[in-house]
């Protein structure tokens, strides 16, 4: 299992050079990616761009791009232009984002999800492959072909967590890139269907991305309270609450990675065991000094 980090999750506060600097350190330590989420600050897909100039072996990708706002050719072109100035480094991440931000923020239609997302695919895949686009649907009626020199292709992860999204996943994308949701979902709901759909679909396996809160602490109880504190809202959104039931967790404390060496190292295996390619790790300040000794303990599982 590969093992990433998560930065700008929740933070409005870091700049690009904040993000650089980190990005660098990440390289410099040895782990295998960046996922940078795209919420209310920093575009992501611009931040891995710079990113990519600064730095040489790192996987960099997004965790996640909201479909609704961009036009499938506008954020093939902007993958794109990044794949180049990454020399292939870049993953893209999308999503269908939430009720509460498409339609009650940007004032867009937020109905029939799964269908936005076949023809999204059926737009942004051809052409981050650096194929022609050719297609007529209900949202998206498109005949374009980009040429933007050095890119290689693009490989893409939809955040899909109900059944016909991890469909559209296997079938359309290579793989998924997940939050709040826990081993035992992973093994019972997210791979039957994900893996179903791309062997359907004469895909390879896909690849699944596990963002999971994290703390190495010897104060399990308290650092699960302050876990609990800090995402308390993502226990209220739909879809995580969707998963977090399926889990059986309370909310997201519940699901964190929380715990000693010996107790995440269990943890860690248990991910891998049930088909995780790659932990997203969400690093969360739960006491002092919480966030860089997790890193430092998963720098030691390199």
């Not at 609704?68 to 794949?83: D, N």
Request: charged fraction near 25%; proline fraction near 5%.
């Amino acid at each position: 299992m590969r093992i990433g980090i998560m930065s700008g999750h929740g933070r409005q506060d870091e700049d690009i050079d904040a993000l650089i600097a980190k990005a660098q350190d990440f390289e410099a330590r040895g782990f295998d990616t960046l996922w940078i989420a795209n919420i209310f600050a920093i575009d992501a897909i611009t931040a891995e761009a710079l990113i990519g100039r600064e730095t040489s072996k790192i996987e960099l990708g997004t965790a996640v791009v909201p479909t609704y706002p961009r036009h499938p050719t506008a954020l093939a072109q902007q993958a794109r232009t990044t794949q180049s100035a990454c020399d292939g480094r870049f993953t893209l991440g999308i999503g269908l984002s939430h009720q509460i931000l498409i339609e009650g923020m940007l004032g867009l239609s937020y109905e029939r999800r799964a269908k936005h997302m076949r023809e999204y695919m059926s737009v942004l895949g051809p052409l981050l492959r650096g194929e022609k686009a050719e297609f007529r649907g209900d949202e998206y009626r498109v005949n374009l072909e980009l040429a933007i020199p050095g890119a290689k292709p693009v490989s893409t992860l939809i955040a899909a967590l109900g059944e016909q999204m991890l469909k559209i996943a296997g079938s359309m994308a290579d793989g998924t890139i997940l939050w709040m949701t826990g081993p035992q979902t992973i093994e019972s709901h997210v791979m039957p269907a994900i893996s179903g759909a791309a062997k359907a679909a004469g895909r390879p396996e896909p690849r699944i991305v596990a963002g999971l809160p994290i703390v190495l602490t010897e104060n399990e109880d308290a650092a699960r309270e302050a876990v609990g504190k800090i995402l308390v809202h993502y226990g209220m959104i739909p879809s995580y609450r969707a998963m977090l039931d399926k889990e059986g967790a309370d909310g997201p404390a519940d699901i964190a990675l929380v715990g000693n060496e010996k107790q995440l190292d269990e943890a860690l295996q248990r991910l891998e065991d049930v088909g995780v390619t790659d932990l997203d790790a969400a690093l969360i300040p739960a006491e002092e000094g919480a966030e860089e000794r997790t890193l430092d303990y998963l720098q030691s599982r390199l």
